[in-house]
Protein backbone atom coordinates (compact mmCIF):
# COMPACT_ATOMS: atom_id res chain seq x y z
CA UNK A 1 0.00 0.00 0.00
CA UNK A 2 1.43 3.44 -0.86
CA UNK A 3 -1.36 5.48 1.16
CA UNK A 4 -4.85 5.62 0.82
CA UNK A 5 -6.70 5.52 -1.54
CA UNK A 6 -9.29 8.50 -2.86
CA UNK A 7 -12.34 6.70 -1.67
CA UNK A 8 -11.12 6.00 1.94
CA UNK A 9 -10.72 9.68 1.75
CA UNK A 10 -13.95 10.47 0.84
CA UNK A 11 -15.09 8.31 3.42
CA UNK A 12 -13.64 10.37 6.48
CA UNK A 13 -17.04 11.73 8.29
CA UNK A 14 -17.75 15.28 7.42
CA UNK A 15 -18.78 15.99 10.59
CA UNK A 16 -15.75 15.50 12.45
CA UNK A 17 -13.05 17.99 13.43
CA UNK A 18 -9.43 16.19 12.52
CA UNK A 19 -7.80 18.78 14.67
CA UNK A 20 -9.53 17.70 17.46
CA UNK A 21 -9.72 13.82 15.99
CA UNK A 22 -5.79 13.75 15.61
CA UNK A 23 -5.24 14.68 19.22
CA UNK A 24 -7.48 12.19 20.89
CA UNK A 25 -5.70 9.88 18.86
CA UNK A 26 -2.51 10.60 19.53
CA UNK A 27 -2.99 10.15 23.35
CA UNK A 28 -4.63 7.05 22.41
CA UNK A 29 -1.89 5.43 20.12
CA UNK A 30 0.70 7.45 22.48
CA UNK A 31 2.09 9.33 19.18
CA UNK A 32 4.18 12.04 18.64
CA UNK A 33 3.65 14.33 15.27
CA UNK A 34 7.03 15.24 13.74
CA UNK A 35 6.67 17.76 10.87
CA UNK A 36 8.84 19.46 8.35
CA UNK A 37 9.13 23.15 7.57
CA UNK A 38 7.87 22.08 3.64
CA UNK A 39 4.45 20.51 5.19
CA UNK A 40 1.34 21.93 4.52
CA UNK A 41 0.67 25.02 7.27
CA UNK A 42 -2.12 22.60 8.84
CA UNK A 43 -0.02 19.74 9.27
CA UNK A 44 2.57 22.12 10.56
CA UNK A 45 0.13 23.52 12.77
CA UNK A 46 -0.37 20.36 14.73
CA UNK A 47 3.08 18.99 15.11
CA UNK A 48 4.36 18.24 18.24
CA UNK A 49 7.93 19.21 16.83
CA UNK A 50 8.55 21.22 13.68
CA UNK A 51 11.93 20.86 12.39
CA UNK A 52 14.49 20.06 9.59
CA UNK A 53 15.58 16.93 8.29
CA UNK A 54 18.68 17.39 10.90
CA UNK A 55 16.54 18.49 13.96
CA UNK A 56 13.44 15.82 13.22
CA UNK A 57 15.96 13.09 13.24
CA UNK A 58 17.49 14.60 16.95
CA UNK A 59 13.97 14.85 17.98
CA UNK A 60 13.35 11.14 16.82
CA UNK A 61 15.89 9.78 19.05
CA UNK A 62 15.36 12.15 22.00
CA UNK A 63 11.90 11.22 22.67
CA UNK A 64 11.60 8.19 25.19
CA UNK A 65 7.70 8.43 25.89
CA UNK A 66 5.96 7.74 22.37
CA UNK A 67 5.45 4.29 20.64
CA UNK A 68 4.24 5.78 17.52
CA UNK A 69 5.76 8.61 15.28
CA UNK A 70 3.53 10.25 12.99
CA UNK A 71 5.69 11.96 10.72
CA UNK A 72 4.55 14.65 8.62
CA UNK A 73 7.43 15.08 6.08
CA UNK A 74 8.87 12.71 2.93
CA UNK A 75 9.46 8.66 3.05
CA UNK A 76 13.52 9.49 3.38
CA UNK A 77 12.64 11.58 6.58
CA UNK A 78 10.34 8.75 8.15
CA UNK A 79 12.93 6.03 7.01
CA UNK A 80 15.85 7.93 8.89
CA UNK A 81 13.03 8.00 12.57
CA UNK A 82 12.55 4.26 11.88
CA UNK A 83 16.39 3.54 11.60
CA UNK A 84 16.97 5.41 14.45
CA UNK A 85 13.99 4.12 16.66
CA UNK A 86 13.56 0.28 15.20
CA UNK A 87 11.03 -0.06 18.27
CA UNK A 88 8.47 2.61 17.18
CA UNK A 89 6.10 2.27 14.92
CA UNK A 90 6.67 5.07 12.10
CA UNK A 91 3.83 6.16 9.70
CA UNK A 92 3.71 8.20 6.89
CA UNK A 93 0.74 9.45 5.58
CA UNK A 94 1.70 8.72 2.00
CA UNK A 95 4.66 6.50 0.91
CA UNK A 96 4.85 8.38 -2.69
CA UNK A 97 6.34 10.90 -0.68
CA UNK A 98 9.69 10.85 -1.93
CA UNK A 99 12.20 13.01 -3.55
CA UNK A 100 13.91 13.36 -6.64
CA UNK A 101 17.67 13.34 -5.16
CA UNK A 102 16.61 10.37 -3.26
CA UNK A 103 15.47 8.35 -6.55
CA UNK A 104 18.55 9.62 -8.03
CA UNK A 105 21.11 7.77 -6.43
CA UNK A 106 20.11 4.10 -6.31
CA UNK A 107 22.23 1.83 -3.83
CA UNK A 108 23.22 -0.33 -6.43
CA UNK A 109 25.19 2.52 -8.73
CA UNK A 110 26.89 4.07 -5.53
CA UNK A 111 28.00 0.63 -4.45
CA UNK A 112 29.64 0.08 -8.30
CA UNK A 113 31.28 3.64 -7.74
CA UNK A 114 32.82 2.91 -4.06
CA UNK A 115 34.14 -0.88 -5.83
CA UNK A 116 35.93 1.97 -8.78
CA UNK A 117 37.50 4.39 -6.05
CA UNK A 118 38.11 2.61 -2.90
CA UNK A 119 40.16 5.14 -1.33
CA UNK A 120 37.41 7.84 -1.81
CA UNK A 121 35.35 8.79 1.46
CA UNK A 122 31.52 8.57 0.50
CA UNK A 123 29.29 11.33 1.98
CA UNK A 124 25.85 11.13 1.25
CA UNK A 125 23.24 13.67 2.09
CA UNK A 126 20.01 12.27 4.59
CA UNK A 127 17.97 12.35 1.09
CA UNK A 128 18.70 9.34 0.38
CA UNK A 129 16.94 5.64 1.23
CA UNK A 130 18.27 3.38 3.74
CA UNK A 131 19.74 1.17 1.03
CA UNK A 132 21.66 3.99 -0.45
CA UNK A 133 22.89 5.38 3.04
CA UNK A 134 24.33 1.70 3.63
CA UNK A 135 27.15 2.38 1.08
CA UNK A 136 28.02 5.40 2.91
CA UNK A 137 31.01 6.25 5.16
CA UNK A 138 29.09 9.64 6.43
CA UNK A 139 25.36 10.87 6.36
CA UNK A 140 24.87 14.80 6.36
CA UNK A 141 22.06 17.10 6.10
CA UNK A 142 22.42 20.78 5.15
CA UNK A 143 22.89 21.69 8.47
CA UNK A 144 25.52 19.93 9.37
CA UNK A 145 27.40 19.38 5.75
CA UNK A 146 30.10 21.82 6.14
CA UNK A 147 30.84 20.01 9.89
CA UNK A 148 30.82 16.57 8.62
CA UNK A 149 33.79 17.27 5.71
CA UNK A 150 35.84 19.18 8.36
CA UNK A 151 36.23 15.67 9.63
CA UNK A 152 37.26 13.87 6.41
CA UNK A 153 40.89 13.97 6.76
CA UNK A 154 42.50 16.53 3.90
CA UNK A 155 44.46 14.17 2.11
CA UNK A 156 41.33 11.63 1.37
CA UNK A 157 39.58 12.23 -1.55
CA UNK A 158 35.63 12.72 -0.92
CA UNK A 159 32.49 12.07 -3.24
CA UNK A 160 29.46 13.78 -2.47
CA UNK A 161 25.96 11.95 -3.21
CA UNK A 162 23.58 13.13 -4.29
CA UNK A 163 23.04 16.73 -4.38
CA UNK A 164 25.82 18.00 -7.20
CA UNK A 165 24.59 21.86 -6.03
CA UNK A 166 24.96 21.59 -2.16
CA UNK A 167 28.38 19.31 -3.11
CA UNK A 168 29.51 22.34 -5.17
CA UNK A 169 28.82 24.86 -2.78
CA UNK A 170 30.56 22.72 -0.05
CA UNK A 171 33.28 22.21 -1.85
CA UNK A 172 33.88 26.05 -2.61
CA UNK A 173 33.36 26.62 0.98
CA UNK A 174 35.62 24.15 2.21
CA UNK A 175 38.44 24.37 -0.34
CA UNK A 176 37.76 20.76 -1.06
CA UNK A 177 37.99 18.81 -4.26
CA UNK A 178 34.99 16.78 -4.42
CA UNK A 179 33.66 14.44 -6.54
CA UNK A 180 30.06 14.96 -6.93
CA UNK A 181 26.51 13.10 -7.92
CA UNK A 182 24.84 14.14 -10.50
CA UNK A 183 21.74 14.40 -8.51
CA UNK A 184 19.47 17.69 -7.83
CA UNK A 185 15.78 18.95 -6.34
CA UNK A 186 13.43 19.67 -8.75
CA UNK A 187 12.56 22.04 -6.29
CA UNK A 188 15.42 23.86 -5.53
CA UNK A 189 16.56 23.82 -9.44
CA UNK A 190 13.39 25.82 -10.80
CA UNK A 191 14.80 29.32 -9.55
CA UNK A 192 15.19 31.68 -12.39
CA UNK A 193 18.40 33.78 -12.53
CA UNK A 194 17.24 36.33 -14.90
CA UNK A 195 14.17 36.79 -13.02
CA UNK A 196 15.58 36.94 -9.63
CA UNK A 197 18.05 39.52 -10.72
CA UNK A 198 15.13 41.84 -11.58
CA UNK A 199 13.37 41.29 -8.63
CA UNK A 200 16.58 41.99 -7.10
CA UNK A 201 16.43 45.67 -8.93
CA UNK A 202 13.47 46.43 -7.86
CA UNK A 203 13.72 45.87 -4.29
CA UNK A 204 17.32 47.37 -3.61
CA UNK A 205 16.88 46.81 -0.04
CA UNK A 206 16.13 43.01 0.38
CA UNK A 207 18.38 39.78 1.72
CA UNK A 208 18.62 36.98 -1.00
CA UNK A 209 18.30 34.13 1.06
CA UNK A 210 19.11 30.50 -0.53
CA UNK A 211 18.86 27.00 0.47
CA UNK A 212 22.01 25.54 -0.77
CA UNK A 213 20.21 22.67 -3.07
CA UNK A 214 19.48 26.13 -5.91
CA UNK A 215 21.95 26.01 -8.46
CA UNK A 216 25.21 27.80 -8.33
CA UNK A 217 23.96 30.84 -10.49
CA UNK A 218 21.26 31.24 -7.84
CA UNK A 219 23.35 30.96 -4.91
CA UNK A 220 25.80 33.52 -6.55
CA UNK A 221 23.30 36.26 -6.43
CA UNK A 222 22.65 35.02 -2.58
CA UNK A 223 23.57 37.56 0.40
CA UNK A 224 22.72 34.61 2.53
CA UNK A 225 22.92 30.29 2.01
CA UNK A 226 22.11 28.39 4.54
CA UNK A 227 19.68 25.30 5.88
CA UNK A 228 16.40 25.15 6.31
CA UNK A 229 16.73 26.05 10.15
CA UNK A 230 19.74 28.55 9.09
CA UNK A 231 17.27 30.73 6.60
CA UNK A 232 14.31 30.47 9.33
CA UNK A 233 17.42 32.10 11.77
CA UNK A 234 18.72 34.88 9.14
CA UNK A 235 14.75 35.90 8.72
CA UNK A 236 13.78 36.23 12.39
CA UNK A 237 17.33 37.71 13.08
CA UNK A 238 18.64 39.47 10.60
CA UNK A 239 19.06 43.19 10.75
CA UNK A 240 17.38 43.09 7.00
CA UNK A 241 13.01 43.94 6.74
CA UNK A 242 12.53 42.63 3.57
CA UNK A 243 13.78 38.72 2.21
CA UNK A 244 13.55 37.22 -1.58
CA UNK A 245 13.11 33.43 -0.59
CA UNK A 246 15.18 30.70 -2.51
CA UNK A 247 13.35 27.74 -1.13
CA UNK A 248 10.42 25.47 -0.82
CA UNK A 249 7.49 28.15 -0.37
CA UNK A 250 5.90 25.93 3.08
CA UNK A 251 9.03 27.65 4.96
CA UNK A 252 7.28 30.82 4.62
CA UNK A 253 4.72 29.91 6.88
CA UNK A 254 6.89 29.63 9.78
CA UNK A 255 8.78 32.37 9.11
CA UNK A 256 5.86 34.96 9.00
CA UNK A 257 5.45 33.54 12.76
CA UNK A 258 8.54 34.14 13.69
CA UNK A 259 8.77 37.68 11.61
CA UNK A 260 5.37 39.18 11.14
CA UNK A 261 6.87 42.14 10.50
CA UNK A 262 8.87 41.68 7.67
CA UNK A 263 8.40 41.30 4.08
CA UNK A 264 9.04 37.80 2.21
CA UNK A 265 8.74 37.81 -0.96
CA UNK A 266 9.11 34.23 -3.04
CA UNK A 267 11.82 33.77 -5.49
CA UNK A 268 10.67 33.67 -8.56
CA UNK A 269 10.99 30.28 -10.66
CA UNK A 270 11.64 29.63 -14.19
CA UNK A 271 7.82 28.31 -14.78
CA UNK A 272 8.40 25.51 -16.89
CA UNK A 273 5.51 22.75 -16.37
CA UNK A 274 7.84 19.66 -16.05
CA UNK A 275 7.27 15.96 -17.36
CA UNK A 276 4.68 14.92 -15.05
CA UNK A 277 2.77 17.92 -15.39
CA UNK A 278 3.40 19.17 -11.83
CA UNK A 279 4.23 23.31 -11.58
CA UNK A 280 7.55 23.60 -11.76
CA UNK A 281 6.85 26.10 -8.85
CA UNK A 282 8.83 26.50 -5.28
CA UNK A 283 6.32 23.69 -3.72
CA UNK A 284 7.79 20.17 -3.53
CA UNK A 285 5.21 18.25 -4.92
CA UNK A 286 6.45 15.08 -2.65
CA UNK A 287 5.78 17.04 0.43
CA UNK A 288 2.37 17.74 -0.58
CA UNK A 289 1.21 14.71 -0.87
CA UNK A 290 0.55 14.42 2.74
CA UNK A 291 -2.66 15.75 3.83
CA UNK A 292 -4.50 16.16 6.96
CA UNK A 293 -7.21 13.81 6.24
CA UNK A 294 -4.53 10.88 5.43
CA UNK A 295 -2.38 12.22 8.77
CA UNK A 296 -5.94 11.47 10.48
CA UNK A 297 -6.40 8.32 8.69
CA UNK A 298 -2.52 7.57 9.34
CA UNK A 299 -2.90 7.63 12.96
CA UNK A 300 -6.29 6.06 12.99
CA UNK A 301 -5.45 2.63 11.12
CA UNK A 302 -1.46 3.06 12.01
CA UNK A 303 -0.86 2.58 8.47
CA UNK A 304 1.06 2.72 6.21
CA UNK A 305 3.87 2.03 8.32
CA UNK A 306 8.07 2.51 7.34
CA UNK A 307 9.04 -1.19 7.53
CA UNK A 308 12.74 -2.18 6.99
CA UNK A 309 14.80 -5.38 7.43
CA UNK A 310 17.03 -5.35 10.71
CA UNK A 311 19.60 -6.57 8.56
CA UNK A 312 19.75 -3.42 6.61
CA UNK A 313 18.58 -1.19 9.37
CA UNK A 314 21.92 -2.08 11.33
CA UNK A 315 24.19 -1.29 8.13
CA UNK A 316 22.04 2.20 7.42
CA UNK A 317 22.27 2.92 10.88
CA UNK A 318 26.35 3.39 11.12
CA UNK A 319 26.53 6.58 8.78
CA UNK A 320 23.57 7.67 10.87
CA UNK A 321 25.38 7.71 14.18
CA UNK A 322 28.62 9.09 13.11
CA UNK A 323 26.75 11.88 11.86
CA UNK A 324 24.62 12.25 14.97
CA UNK A 325 27.88 12.42 17.08
CA UNK A 326 28.94 14.78 15.76
CA UNK A 327 26.00 17.26 15.24
P1 LIG B 1 16.65 20.37 5.38
O1 LIG B 1 17.74 19.41 5.73
O2 LIG B 1 17.13 21.78 5.35
O3 LIG B 1 15.45 20.13 6.22
O4 LIG B 1 16.25 20.10 3.88
C1 LIG B 1 15.61 18.93 3.50
C2 LIG B 1 15.15 19.02 2.14
O5 LIG B 1 14.55 18.13 1.62
C3 LIG B 1 15.46 20.25 1.42
O6 LIG B 1 14.87 20.23 0.19
FE1 LIG C 1 13.52 16.24 -2.10
FE2 LIG C 1 13.62 18.68 -3.10
FE3 LIG C 1 11.36 17.81 -2.08
FE4 LIG C 1 13.44 18.37 -0.48
S1 LIG C 1 12.27 19.80 -1.72
S2 LIG C 1 12.12 16.57 -0.36
S3 LIG C 1 15.14 17.73 -1.78
S4 LIG C 1 12.40 16.96 -3.90
New binding site residues.
Given amino acids: MSGFTEAEVASIDPSLDLFEEIERLKTERKAIILAHY ?1 QDPDLQDIADVLGDSLALAQAAVADKKSEVILFLG ?1 HFMAETAKILCPEKTVVLPDLDAG ?3 ADSCPADQLAAYRKAHPNHVVVTYI ?1 STAATKTQSDWICTSSNAEKIISQIPKEKPILFAPDRNLGAWLARKSGREMDLWPGT ?4 ETFSERKIIALKAEHPEAELIAHP ?1 CEDTILRHADFVGSTSKLLQRVAEGSATTFIVAT ?1 SGILHEMKKRAPHKTLLEAPTKDETREDGTCGCQE ?1 P ?2 KLNTLEKAYLALRDLNPKIEISEELRVQALRPLERMLSVS
Fill in positions: YVCSLNCIVHEECYM
